[in-house]
């Protein structure tokens, strides 16, 4: 594997900070977030002083019921090329359920859920990483997530289920070592373990990220600082292998530069003071000891895809559109998902249109959070606000007539099959000034 050394994740709001920042020698960006065949200024700058950019996808799902979509290994395919890119990443999630497996409507998640550790569960994902690798251009490699559910009647360890996938298709790894934290506070896993069984020479790079614990729950923000615990564990994941690159992620509340320079100066000093090689007393990756459940016998992949959908859409329903806990969860966790699923909803949304929260000021989180409970996201994230608004519209709100017509006009500019014409713009922009547009 290329050795990629330390690296951080490019982000528009910190584009300058990036640029400036010493040792950096590579960057990781969001797939989804890149224009096809346009790239911003700042990634042709560090692209042409040798910095190597790798594309993140956060969309795919290979770890739904669902084959892989063509259009999103497409899209992922394109950014390789376009970035010429060593490898891709993805993660083992997924992000949406229903569908015709299930003969049920298409629900999306917003966010990345976890897989369930079961064999059927591992049959599928393994298939659909094969159809993922064949479509894409470099290399794939596959991140652990981070979670606030178990899945009840799990039937692998995280390291199991990592190292028989790796087994059965020579996926690589990105190894998020925040997540394992992240899942030692809220699932009781043991990162040490986890480290103990995956393959760690599969390693093709490193995650770390900062978080916060709220009421005994850690919350995977990527807009804290690193802490100490993080630190231990890539110690951990130090002790054990030479990753080939490890990278510092950050996605919100953007500190100064002089805060990233400091978190990437431990990151090197903890990479630096275990340097030394595998530990004594830990196993070598040769010593790795084998998975020590039954390997069951081989089942159709149709039966597992039907049985995992069914699963995946029983939790995301629970999640987003209300209907009861599939049984075996934790509810109160279950709650503490679901409202982070709706906050992070909101927040996208205001990203995504920040129109919105201008128009319907301090109304817009309470009646966008009202609104999530009874309309599950099923068409992105844009599609998302059109709806929000049209529903505000409808039932006749936000109570300021003039903010009304504001927010109709928002709608109709960006809900029209094709852009107005002129005529029509000052049709609506006359209309609107005499009071009688869209009440």
């Not at 390789?80 to 992000?95: M, N, Q, R």
């Not at 009840?152 to 070592?177: M, N, S, Y």
Request: hydrophobic share 45%.
């Amino acid at each position: 594997m290329e050795k990629l050394g330390t690296g951080i994740g490019w982000r528009p709001e910190i584009a300058t900070a990036v640029e400036e920042l010493p040792g950096i020698d590579w960057v990781e960006v969001v797939a989804e977030n890149l224009c096809p065949g346009h790239l911003p200024d700042s990634l042709l700058r560090l692209r042409e002083r040798g910095v190597t950019v790798v594309p993140h996808g956060v969309s795919l799902g290979v770890g739904g019921a669902e084959r892989p979509a063509a259009d999103r290994l497409a899209a992922l395919a394109e950014r390789a090329i376009l970035l010429e890119s060593p490898l891709v990443t993805e993660h083992i999630a997924f992000v949406r359920a229903g569908g015709p497996l299930t003969a049920s409507p298409g629900l999306e998640a917003g966010h990345l859920l976890p897989v369930p550790r079961t064999w059927d569960a591992l049959r599928v994902l393994c298939e659909n990483v094969r159809v993922a690798q064949e479509a894409l251009p470099v290399p794939l490699a596959l991140e652990n997530i981070a979670a606030l559910v178990s899945w009840p009647g799990e039937e692998l360890t995280e390291g199991q289920f990592l190292a028989e996938l790796v087994e059965r298709t020579g996926v690589r790894l990105l190894i998020d070592v925040a997540n394992l934290h992240t899942n030692h506070v809220n699932r009781g896993e043991d990162p040490a373990a986890a480290l103990d069984e995956l393959p760690v020479e599969a390693i093709a790079y490193v995650h770390v990220a900062g978080g916060v614990e709220r009421d005994g729950v850690w919350h995977d923000t990527h807009a804290h600082p690193v802490t100490a615990p993080v630190l231990g564990v890539l110690a951990q994941l130090r002790d054990r292998v030479d990753p080939p690159g490890v990278l510092l992620e950050r996605d919100d509340d953007f500190p100064p530069a002089a805060e990233l320079a400091g978190e990437l100066s431990a990151i090197r000093e903890t990479l630096t003071a275990h340097e030394t090689g595998t530990a004594e007393g830990r196993e070598t990756p040769a010593e790795r000891p084998s998975a020590s459940v039954p390997v069951p016998a081989s089942a159709s992949i149709t039966a597992s895809r039907q049985r995992l959908a069914l699963a995946e859409t029983a939790l995301l329903s629970a999640l987003v559109a209300g209907t009861p806990a599939p049984g075996g969860f934790d509810t109160r966790r279950l709650g503490v998902q679901s409202r982070a699923l709706a906050a992070k909803r909101a927040d996208v949304v205001s990203h995504v249109a920040p129109e919105l929260p201008v128009l319907l000021g301090a109304e817009y989180r309470p009646a966008f959070l009202a609104y999530a409970k009874s309309r599950p996201m099923s068409g992105g994230y844009r599609r998302d606000a059109l709806d929000f608004a049209e529903q505000l519209l409808r039932a006749g709100r936000p109570a300021d007539a003039a903010a009304r017509r504001r927010l109709a006009l928002w709608w109709q500019e960006r809900s029209a099959p094709r852009r107005p014409t002129r005529a029509a713009r000052f049709a609506r922009a006359a209309r609107t000034r005499l009071g009688r547009a869209y009440r």
